[in-house]
């Protein structure tokens, strides 16, 4: 079947430094990969996405590389900022894009 | 933003009751979905749509029904509320894409079922 891994929390970073969350899935066929935010209180906001394996997904300085070999999405930032605290969100959307999986969440701080 | 409202935004009843959750779209969008958050589970789909009156079960649909007469509204409901329904629930909309369906989320409702 389908599934998501991502490393739990809490996750506590200063400021500037470098963040990986790591992610792994299980699936069958092509899936796509996502990462989502969640800010407190409000629904879930799309970060980025990779559809094919060796894409690299990209958005306000995060980025995460869909690695087929190592079936991995892991979500990276070179520097962190205090707004970047959040919960994220690891998701996969099947092979007929219908069914979607998310994994737990890492909830993230960032200290100044 | 996504135009998706949710509604009520909070709610609290009592075990057997029956309840429905309300999700509007503006966006026109083909897809409709509902999701459950749950401390340790992460987001679970619950029910889709594909289109008015075309529904199908996510992987945790026991217990929830759902109906789209109108592109822009999904309506979930719980028969007989039970205390392992209190959660969050959340609706996300999907434009028709082949495979690379991004999601666009409400701002959720907070069950409580006493």
């Known amino acids: 079947g389908n599934s998501v891994t991502q490393m739990e929390g809490p996750v506590t970073l200063s400021e500037e430094a470098f963040l990986t969350i790591n992610c792994t899935y299980t699936a069958t066929g092509y899936p796509s990969l996502f990462w989502y935010v969640q800010y407190p209180g409000e629904g879930l906001q799309l970060l980025l996405k990779?559809?094919?394996?060796?894409d690299k997904g990209s958005n306000k300085g995060f980025e995460a590389t869909y690695r087929k070999e190592t079936t991995s999405f892991h979500l990276e930032k070179g520097s962190v900022q205090v707004s970047d605290s959040a919960v994220y969100f690891c998701a996969l959307a099947d092979a007929t894009g219908n069914q979607f999986y998310f994994g737990t969440g890492t909830s993230l701080t960032v200290i100044p | 933003d996504a135009g998706i409202t949710q509604s009520p935004r909070h709610k609290v009843t009592e075990t057997g009751t029956p309840v429905t959750l309300r999700c509007h779209q503006t966006?026109?969008?083909?897809?409709m979905y509902w999701y459950r958050q749950d401390p340790g589970h992460g987001l679970r789909l619950i029910h889709y749509s594909y289109g008015v009156k075309d529904t199908d079960k996510g992987e945790v649909s026991d217990g929830y029904s759902v109906s789209r007469s109108k592109t822009e509204d999904f309506l979930l409901t719980l028969e007989s509320a039970t205390s392992s329904q209190t959660s969050v629930y959340f609706c996300?909309?999907?434009?028709?894409?082949?495979?690379?369906?991004?999601?666009?989320f409400g701002p959720g409702t907070r069950l409580t079922v006493t």
């Open positions: 990779a559809t094919k394996a060796d």
């Open positions: 996300a909309i999907s434009p028709t894409s082949y495979r690379v369906r991004e999601q666009y």
């Open positions: 966006e026109n969008h083909r897809y």
